[in-house]
């Protein structure tokens, strides 16, 4: 793979939407079927998982596989899940963070991230940033250097799922709380691709969502509002919105039903790759 051949020099946003960011693998096989690697990855919750592990070198291919074995089995997910809580179950009636439903990030992290992606930023091949959120700062936080796990734990600590991560003495939580998109994060290039994955409005048919749903639904609709006033002031040369409705935050493990779906993106971003190459 080579830098773009014209010369352009096109940055990759891959924004955060849980499992439905699953389809940023099209995004990055785009690229590779293309032979033209970006100048610049920014990548905000799932997108900071797949954006500095293609940085770090990986191919989409090696992505896909590795996704594949990691989310093939139901029982090693869940026992991953497990090995990766906080506390204990008697936690739940002491004080402090210790809550056995949330999982420490930087745990889980390590369990499902490729051996291969470095331990600093400076390591990596493709500059990245990570975008995390400040939870008492009330406002997004970029990484681009030093240590790189705890920069993308941070960036993937969805509220009341994970444990907020204590990062340069600061308490983070999932980037996507304050830019689920991060296409403002690239400056200095040709041309910005973003890849969307936040999702649109699904059929209700009347159905009641149970408490866990509208919690995990409230923040996919705050996300896919923030975004929007983000395109409004100034969109990205090429915006991709894989097919991702029907999945739901937390369908990991419905990986092959979510590729199929959103399959199409492939070739959208190839066309937007071609276009902006010229």
Do not use: W
Not at 25 to 47: C, M, T
Not at 215 to 225: A, F, K, V
């Amino acid at each position: 793979m080579t830098d773009s051949p014209t010369g352009r020099r096109i940055g990759l946003a891959l924004g955060g939407g849980g499992a439905r960011g699953l389809a940023h693998l099209h995004a990055l096989e785009a690229f590779d079927e293309l032979g033209v690697r970006p100048a610049a990855i920014a990548g905000v919750s799932i997108g900071a998982i797949y954006g500095s592990a293609y940085a770090a070198g990986l191919s989409a291919a090696e992505l896909r596989a590795h996704t594949a074995a990691m989310l093939r089995d139901r029982g090693s997910v869940f026992s991953k899940l497990m090995k990766a809580r906080v506390g204990r179950l008697s936690d739940l009636f002491g004080a402090g963070s210790r809550n056995p439903v949330l999982v420490d990030a930087e745990r889980l992290l390590a369990q499902f991230l490729p051996e291969s992606v470095p331990e600093t930023f400076e390591a990596l091949q493709i500059p990245f940033t990570a975008v995390a959120t400040d939870f008492f700062g009330r406002a997004e936080i970029r990484f681009d250097d030093g240590p790189l796990r705890p920069a993308v734990a941070a960036s993937i600590a969805i509220p009341g799922l994970f444990r907020p991560v204590v990062h340069r003495d600061r308490t983070l939580i999932d980037g996507a709380m304050t830019n689920p998109l991060p296409f403002d994060v690239l400056e200095d290039l040709d041309a910005v691709i973003a890849v969307d994955v936040t999702g649109g409005p699904v059929a209700s048919e009347g159905r009641v969502p149970n408490a866990f749903e509208t919690t995990l639904g409230s923040l996919q609709i705050m996300q896919t509002t923030i975004v929007a006033g983000k395109l409004m002031r100034r969109p990205p040369e090429a915006l991709i919105r894989p097919n991702v409705e029907a999945i739901t935050l937390l369908d990991f493990l419905k990986t092959t039903a979510v590729l199929r779906a959103s399959e199409a993106a492939k070739d959208e971003t190839k066309r937007a790759i071609e276009a902006v190459l010229g």
